[in-house]
C-alpha cells in the first residue's frame, strides 16, 4: 500500500495477476482491453450475455494491510450507456473468491449509465488484524445489458491526523499517524494540543480534505504550495497564515 493498477502492463486480454471468475459459467468473463481505456492505453472490461445476468467477478493480487489503520480505494468506471443500465459493486475479504469476500460491501451501484467515466471512492475500511486481503470487483447487471469498463484503481490509507511529536514540518512522516505525509488521496485533520502546530516548507504538497481544529495555528511559508482536493474547513479558533499558495479545489468552510 499503496496500490495502484492501471491494467497497462498486461497485453489484451489477458489479466496477469488480477483473478478473474465466470461465477454465471456463461463464458464471458472479465478481461483486458485497450478500447475504453480512461489512462491509454487498458482497461478491465467486461461484456453482456443475452441470455444471463451478469455475475462475474475480478480481484487484486494480495495487499498487505495493517491491523486498525483504515483503508480507501478509488477507481473509474463508465459503462456502453442507455438504455442500458449496468450494476457494479466492490467487496473486500481474505481469499480470491465471492465467498471469501467476507469484509462486506465498500461501493456499490445499480445503475451505471455514462458513456464519460465517473470517479468512485469506497466507504472506509479497516481490518481487525495485519495480514493479506483481496478486493473484488463484482459486476451483476441483468441479461442483455450493455458492458462495464473499470481502470486506474488507487488503494491507500484513508485519513491521517497530524501529531507534531518530531517538529512543525508537514513534510516529516513521524510527525503523522500513521507515519506517512499526506497525499492527495487522504483526509487530514489537523487537532488541537499537540506538540508543534503545522508549518509547510515545500512545493507540491496535497492532500484530499484538510480540517483545522480550534486553537491550531498552521503556517504556509513563501515558496511553499498545497493543493485541497476537496474541502479545506477551518474552525473558529484555528488560524491560517498562508504565505505560499494553497489551492481549494472543493468548499472553504469557516
Same mark, same amino acid.
Given at each position: 500500500i499503496?496500490?495502484n493498477e492501471?491494467?497497462d502492463n498486461y497485453?489484451?486480454?489477458?489479466?496477469?495477476?488480477?483473478?478473474?471468475?465466470?461465477?454465471?459459467a456463461d463464458?464471458?468473463k472479465?478481461?483486458? +482491453?485497450?478500447s475504453? &481505456? $480512461?489512462? &491509454?492505453?487498458?482497461s478491465?472490461?467486461?461484456?453482456?450475455?443475452?441470455?444471463? &445476468?451478469m455475475n462475474?467477478? #475480478? #480481484?487484486?493480487?494480495?495487499?498487505?494491510?495493517s491491523a486498525l489503520?483504515?483503508?480507501?480505494?478509488? #477507481? !473509474?468506471y463508465?459503462?456502453?450507456?442507455?438504455?442500458?443500465?449496468? !450494476?457494479?459493486e466492490v467487496?473486500?475479504? @481474505?481469499?480470491?473468491t465471492?465467498?471469501?469476500?467476507t469484509?462486506?460491501?465498500? =461501493?456499490n451501484?445499480?445503475s451505471?449509465q455514462?458513456t464519460?467515466?465517473?470517479?468512485? %471512492?469506497? %466507504?472506509n475500511f479497516?481490518?481487525?488484524? +495485519?495480514g $493479506?486481503?483481496y478486493?473484488g470487483w463484482h459486476?451483476?447487471?441483468?441479461?442483455?445489458?450493455?458492458?462495464?469498463?473499470?481502470?486506474?484503481?488507487h488503494?491507500d490509507?484513508?485519513?491521517?491526523? =497530524?501529531?507534531?511529536?518530531i517538529s512543525?514540518?508537514w513534510?516529516?512522516?513521524? /510527525?503523522?499517524t500513521?507515519?506517512m505525509v499526506?497525499?492527495?488521496y487522504? *483526509?487530514?485533520?489537523?487537532?488541537t494540543g499537540?506538540?508543534h502546530?503545522?508549518?509547510?516548507?515545500?512545493?507540491?504538497?496535497?492532500c !484530499?480534505?484538510?480540517t483545522? !481544529?480550534n486553537?491550531?495555528?498552521? /503556517?504556509?511559508?513563501?515558496?511553499?504550495?498545497?493543493?485541497? /482536493?476537496?474541502?479545506?474547513? *477551518?474552525? %473558529?479558533g484555528?488560524t491560517?497564515n /498562508?504565505?505560499g499558495?494553497?489551492?481549494?479545489?472543493? @468548499?472553504l468552510?469557516?
Amino acid at each position: 500500500i499503496p496500490y495502484n493498477e492501471d491494467f497497462d502492463n498486461y497485453a489484451t486480454p489477458a489479466t496477469g495477476c488480477i483473478k478473474v471468475t465466470d461465477t454465471n459459467a456463461d463464458g464471458i468473463k472479465w478481461l483486458t +482491453s485497450g478500447s475504453y &481505456a $480512461n489512462s &491509454a492505453p487498458n482497461s478491465m472490461y467486461i461484456t453482456h450475455s443475452a441470455s444471463a &445476468a451478469m455475475n462475474d467477478w #475480478f #480481484f487484486t493480487p494480495a495487499l498487505y494491510l495493517s491491523a486498525l489503520k483504515t483503508y480507501a480505494v478509488t #477507481f !473509474k468506471y463508465r459503462s456502453g450507456g442507455s438504455p442500458a443500465s449496468e !450494476k457494479l459493486e466492490v467487496k473486500w475479504g @481474505n481469499t480470491q473468491t465471492s465467498t471469501g469476500m467476507t469484509g462486506g460491501q465498500i =461501493w456499490n451501484c445499480t445503475s451505471i449509465q455514462s458513456t464519460t467515466y465517473q470517479q468512485a %471512492t469506497s %466507504t472506509n475500511f479497516t481490518p481487525s488484524t +495485519s495480514g $493479506n486481503y483481496y478486493l473484488g470487483w463484482h459486476g451483476y447487471s441483468a441479461a442483455n445489458m450493455s458492458w462495464i469498463s473499470v481502470d486506474d484503481i488507487h488503494v491507500d490509507i484513508a485519513a491521517v491526523s =497530524w501529531n507534531g511529536n518530531i517538529s512543525g514540518d508537514w513534510s516529516t512522516p513521524a /510527525n503523522w499517524t500513521p507515519n506517512m505525509v499526506p497525499t492527495g488521496y487522504q *483526509i487530514v485533520t489537523i487537532p488541537t494540543g499537540t506538540l508543534h502546530d503545522p508549518v509547510l516548507n515545500d512545493s507540491g504538497l496535497s492532500c !484530499k480534505q484538510l480540517t483545522i !481544529k480550534n486553537g491550531v495555528t498552521m /503556517n504556509l511559508s513563501i515558496g511553499s504550495d498545497l493543493t485541497v /482536493n476537496g474541502d479545506l474547513t *477551518i474552525e %473558529t479558533g484555528a488560524t491560517l497564515n /498562508n504565505a505560499g499558495i494553497i489551492t481549494v479545489l472543493g @468548499n472553504l468552510i469557516k
